[in-house]
């Protein structure tokens, strides 16, 4: 369920089944970028049958880290920072409660807009993702604290067409 959260404050209220995770952060915040500049907020949606159906709003917040803080409505807030790699996507790196480690997810980021990418864990080359170092758990997690060149991993996954999106609230 804390996986879900977490996918849930980079997306509202979307459900990204197959998520990549792992127990220690695979990008230092060193190489963080500041990818939704001053934050604010964001409105979130939800693609259903090819329409955007708004989904709720997040709070983004600067940390003084490089990562951002993002609050739901109820005040729940995950860290979250943003990596680049190849192709011009983000890797979002979403701090989890406690000790439960670390969630990722893509985003193509332009102007006031994020768009969330999805490359979900079951759509990978098994037999690839497992020579990388990946430790699959089923078929809605993927565990990645193995892989030796996260960025590069991440640049490699066959991706899907967005399934939401944050736009800034004007």
Do not use: W
């Amino acid at each position: 369920m804390q996986r879900l959260a977490a996918c849930l404050a980079i997306a509202a209220s979307l459900l990204l089944a197959g998520c990549f995770g792992s127990q220690q952060p695979m990008f230092p915040l060193s190489s963080a970028v500041p990818a939704l500049g001053p934050g604010e907020r964001f409105e979130t949606f939800e693609r259903v049958d090819g329409q955007d159906k708004p989904a709720g709003q997040v709070t983004v917040r600067p940390r003084g880290d490089g990562a951002y803080d993002f609050i739901s409505p109820n005040g729940a807030s995950n860290p979250v920072s943003f990596h680049p790699i190849a192709g011009g996507l983000y890797v979002a790196q979403i701090k989890l409660e406690g000790d439960s480690g670390y969630l990722y997810t893509l985003l193509s980021i332009t102007g006031d807009e994020a768009l969330i990418v999805p490359a979900e864990c079951e759509k990978q080359d098994q037999a690839k993702m497992t020579a990388l170092g990946v430790d699959i758990r089923g078929r809605l997690e993927c565990r990645i604290d193995k892989v030796a060149d996260p960025a590069a991993f991440f640049a490699s996954l066959t991706k899907s067409e967005p399934v939401s999106k944050m736009v800034r609230v004007k």
